[in-house]
């Protein structure tokens, strides 16, 4: 009397069961790729991002109108400069943004930067 029971329960979830598996196995799998070892896995944003950032906060920072508040126009810089040492990271170009003052010197710095980024490939203007 159970026999046919249980093959009636069988035949009614099996095809439930493997709807599910189905569904979960794409997911288990990107879960097991990105836990294998010996795969390099990115530091940082991606390079494409990051370049699309720099161009943006580039034509924010020389397109402020006069009368433009300091404060904007300094977080601006600083937000650029961040992202010009991230591109540097990424790319393997030294730089001393962080060290210099602001001034004439980390502006020459910044243009020393954009330059060295541009000969490594990375489009920044």
Do not use: K, N
Not at 64 to 91: H, M
């Amino acid at each position: 009397m159970t026999g046919p029971l249980v093959l009636f329960a069988v035949v009614c979830l099996a095809p439930s069961a493997l709807f599910w598996c189905a569904l979960r196995v794409p997911a288990l799998y990107r879960w097991v790729a990105r836990r294998r070892p010996g795969r390099p896995v990115p530091a940082g944003p991606p390079i494409e991002q990051l370049s699309a950032d720099l161009r943006r906060v580039r034509r924010q920072l020389s397109g402020y109108p006069p009368g433009t508040p300091a404060a904007r126009r300094y977080g601006t810089r600083q937000a650029y400069d961040e992202l010009l040492a991230t591109a540097c990271r990424e790319v393997g170009v030294d730089h001393r943004l962080a060290v210099l003052p602001e001034g004439i010197d980390r502006d020459l710095e910044r243009l020393r930067v954009e330059d060295s980024l541009r000969q490594h490939g990375l489009v920044v203007s």
